[in-house]
């Protein structure tokens, strides 16, 4: 009787073992974290992707470049204010006109974007914005790079260093919650939850709700379609500049090239949620933020794209829909 | 319906017209080609260099428009089958290869050449096999991914193809009396050789029954299942020669270049052969060519060129900001500007294909021209 | 629509004509004089650039003393980049793709660089064949030369030299096999009690390195308590993690800035603040330092030669006179890449009228004897294009500068 547990634990050791070979628990523990905080980030962008194709059925490459644009714009605000050194006290004030600043340029810009390049493309075949959605993330590429240059840049380290771990329990471990994550996290949760009150509540939520489930009906009924897709494209773009600060500050760098994988992740995050709903993409969010950190944990950094895209691929050739996703009729 | 438009005869004689005019100028042109490395000779140019990776880019333009030109569906990853091909040689002929026969007798280049073409069509057909019944932005993804997780995986597994460093020395084909190791004219010929087969082929392709079992799902899927024609089999072919051509030219951009590594496969190789596509128009072959000789000609010869003069415009007026002049550092926000644009003003390209829009015109007489050229251009299943 | 295709090819051959007629080439020397030519090939995009740029520097400062003119030839000094864009940092078909260049140029006759090993493991075999001379400045990867040398294949460095093709490749800097195992002596001085973590960037000179690391830090009976490989990624937070798991006090990690060391040594002392950190020559760079920010601060670097602030005699004169050229200080490899550039020009010298035969310049630049230049010492090569230096340094980050330690041995 006694040796039973004994033999199960050393069972389901070995068996981890086998499925993760570079993990101990307290190992995997602490990657969970790091997974969860990564996941809320990657879940506000995917928002942006699952709003976009939930209205138009574009998949808006360029959502990922814009992000990546984001963090330039936070951490040249926080430049300007003369925080871009590490300081000791948290300058919050700072942080938020960064994080305002971030939301309405990304919010702003995603709408010319709409206006631009995909407007007059609505009622042409889907090809033809989704390539137009490819060149808008080529510009904002090529516009990281003449703007910040090609390196690595660094982001301030402004959060305090403050362990609630460390706090609660009393002793240091591998097991970090620290003010980085409770700040991503403390913002994400109250962001997605705003949003959701949007779409159900307010007016301009509810022609997008409308103009979603048909956009001719919605036209007759009177809803200006024009304005609901702008609205739309506004509410992923500012999702997308809050994003960018929480990555500045939780991931301490940017790069040009940051918003190719980023964009691919969120967007897998929103095909494995079910594209199209809102609700899925921040579970599709958190839950790749888990799988990646896992991978990492247990395969090695370079492992986790891979990861990620095979299952992006299994996914989509399994169940399309994803999670949560209905079979709407325009889906078959 | 049609009688009142121009008389037949007519017709046809224009038709011939254009026909002879045709073939005088694709003999010009291929005479050019084949002169070329003498004129460089003569006049000291060395382009060559610079022009054999346009012209295999070109192959590669010539395969992808099977796949989207012809069948309409959007491959993204296209490169992924040219890193296969191109590793196939690698591990036929290289002293890196895992496999150790390869070290004392490495399989002859020509036929790892073909090799390189029946693997890549064998990943073709597994990825394509599940997933071509996806729509098409799906399908877009889901060779997205493909093309992202190649790389990465040839990345991640140095024990097999040495990771980031690259495979290196390739084997190079051997023909009685010519070197081909570094000498620079034979990859010229051979390149522009597999290039005209290439041209050749995909024209006989699209003018047979196959060919215009492509165009038929292309325009409507369900009308064309139900005429007989089975849409799976039919785009899983398209898609997967236009792996094998991907494949083929990744075994002579292995051999000419001597090294592979993964980051040569990168989602950008994709991109930049779609957007070939996109640029010449789509499905039309002249199209293709002259879209691949504008983009691999900006991106080789014409950048370096115009760099060179602004710096020397730098140089002679003092203006600091042209003196480190580069085009090539701009070189995404030209290609996606252009991307928008031609989205926006010419969906069809620069040279669409004539002689279909030419039938659909006979065909749908009630619609506007733009509409028509767009529905043959983009499969429209909404 | 068709006839637009050989209007195009008409377009393109013109402009051709008039690119040729910008270049203006005379024809490659026969008899006495003419133009040859001398390129590089180092990334001139990504976090290499701060050091690369006064590379270039310098090999033009060496050009411009002789006013691009030995005897009857003029000389032509090009700068090729083999990065991309979208990488910033070196890449394979674009070294292949300048290597290529060079052998169809006939008026080249020295290929000075690469700055990564690995890239010169791509452009070695193809320049060898056209008997074309490379001089590097900055490869310390030993298999490029040496047989037998620890962490190498067995088939290096035959492979490099396909069909027996005669050795055309020589740098001025010490290889690799004696910067690890140096490292791991000096290490074992300053003291290991948890172990050392061995992190390497998983390319050819990081992974080598980190090979020769190994093995002298098993001879010296230093604890390793983990060997890994951690490529360029975003963070290394959970890298970080593992390694502060496995209770070592030490990290050796052999890379590159490209690849983000410093954002890697910034992770490391997040994670465990009392770690030691010993790298290597790819990161002795400014840019690291900017990467990794406070927590570079008294991380130790080892490097083959020495660094220029701690230059006397011959090599200050040549540092004031670049200062005074250039504005910026010398990076480290900057005084490698002078020497460089005169090795090459007195082949040039040496070989008189035979100066555009490739074969000439290749065995000249190879048989270099007891040449003195700007480094302080009288050096050689020796058969197989190695340097006859083996001077060492040890350096320790101080106030956001490398301030030279120690000599090693």
Known sequence: MGSRPCVLSEVGGRAMQVVCPGGSGELIAAGLVIGLSNGALIALIAIGYTLVYGIIELINFSHGDLFMLGTFVALTVLAALGFDQNTSPTPWLALVAALVVAMIFCGILNVLAERIAYRRLRNAPRLAPLISAIGVSFIYINVGLFWRGPTPITFPDLLPNFDFVEAITGTQSLIRFNAKDAFVVGMAIPLMVALGWVIKNTKMGKAMRAVAQDREAALQMGVDVDRVISFTFLLGGLLAGAAALMHGLYNGNTVFTLGFTAGLKAFTAAVLGGIGNVTGAALGGVLLGLLGAMTVTCYGGEWENVGVFSLLVIILVFRPTGLLGEQTPERG | MKMNRVPVLGALTSMSDAQQKRVTFLGIAIALAIAYPFIEQIFGLRLQTKLIPVLLFIVLALGLNVVVGFAGLLDLGYAAFFAIGAYTVAFLTSSDSPFAFVDTAPVNFWIAMVAAAVVAALFGVLLGAPTLRLRGDYLAIVTLGFGEIVPLVIRNTPELTKGVQGMKPIGFPELPGLRWGIATEPWYFLVLGILLLSVFLTGRLRASRIGRAWMAIREDEVAAASMGINPVTTKLFAFSLGASFSGFAGSVWAGYLQVISPEQFDFSVSIFVLLMIVLGGMGNIPGVIAGGLLLGGFDRVLSDFVSDMLRGVGNTFAIDALRDADISRARTLIFGTALVILMLVRPEGILPSARVKAELHAAEEDETEAAQQRSELFESQR | ?409
């Open chain 3, 1 to 409: 629509m068709t006839k637009r295709i050989p209007r195009l090819l008409a377009i393109l051959t013109a402009l051709a004509f008039v690119a040729s007629a910008c270049a203006g080439g005379g024809l490659p020397g026969g008899g006495g004089g003419g133009t040859i030519k001398v390129v590089s090939s180092l990334p001139m995009q990504g976090a290499s650039l701060g050091q690369t740029q006064t590379m270039v520097n310098a090999f033009k400062m060496a050009f411009e003393e002789i006013n691009y003119k030995v005897g009857n030839f003029t000389i032509e000094f090009e700068a090729l980049d083999d990065a991309t864009p979208a990488r910033q940092n070196w890449d394979t078909a674009k070294e292949a793709e300048n290597a290529r260049k060079a052998v169809d140029d006939k008026r080249i006759v020295a290929y000075m660089g690469t700055y990564n090993s690995g890239a010169a493991a791509v452009s070695i075999p193809i320049l060898c064949q056209a008997n074309l001379a490379m001089i590097s400045p900055a490869n310390t990867y030993p298999g490029l030369t040496k047989k037998g040398a620890p962490g190498i294949e067995p088939s290096e460095p035959d492979k490099y030299y396909p069909g027996g093709c005669k050795r055309n490749y020589s740098r001025v800097v010490p290889a690799d096999d004696l910067q690890g195992a140096v490292g791991a002596r000096w290490m074992k001085e300053l003291g290991v009690s948890g172990g050392v973590y061995i992190l390497h960037d998983n390319e050819l000179y990081g992974k080598g390195l980190a090979d020769v690391f190994r093995a002298e830090a098993k001879n010296q009976n230093l604890k390793e308590v983990g060997y890994e490989g951690a490529p360029k990624a975003d963070n290394f937070r959970t890298l970080a993690n593992k390694v502060a798991a496995s209770g070592a006090d030490w990290v050796y990690y052999s890379g590159l800035t490209a690849n983000n060391g410093g954002f890697l040594l910034r992770d490391l002392k997040a994670a465990k603040s009392s770690i030691k950190f010993m790298s290597v020559d790819g990161v002795a760079e400014s840019e690291f330092i900017t990467q990794a920010g406070a927590a570079a601060e008294g991380q130790y670097i080892t490097f083959g030669g020495i660094p220029a602030s701690a230059y006397t005699g011959k090599p200050k004169e040549w540092a004031d006179k670049y200062k005074a050229k250039y504005g910026g200080n010398p990076e480290v490899y900057t005084i490698y890449s002078y020497e460089t550039a005169k090795v090459v020009i007195a082949a040039i010298q040496k070989a008189g009228d035979k100066a555009a035969d490739r074969a000439t310049i290749r065995d000249l630049i190879m048989g270099t004897k007891d040449f003195e230049g700007v480094l302080g010492q009288k050096w050689s090569f020796n058969a197989e294009g190695d340097t006859t230096i083996t001077t060492m340094a040890g350096m320790i980050i101080k106030n956001k500068d490398f301030i030279f330690s120690k000599e090693l041995k």
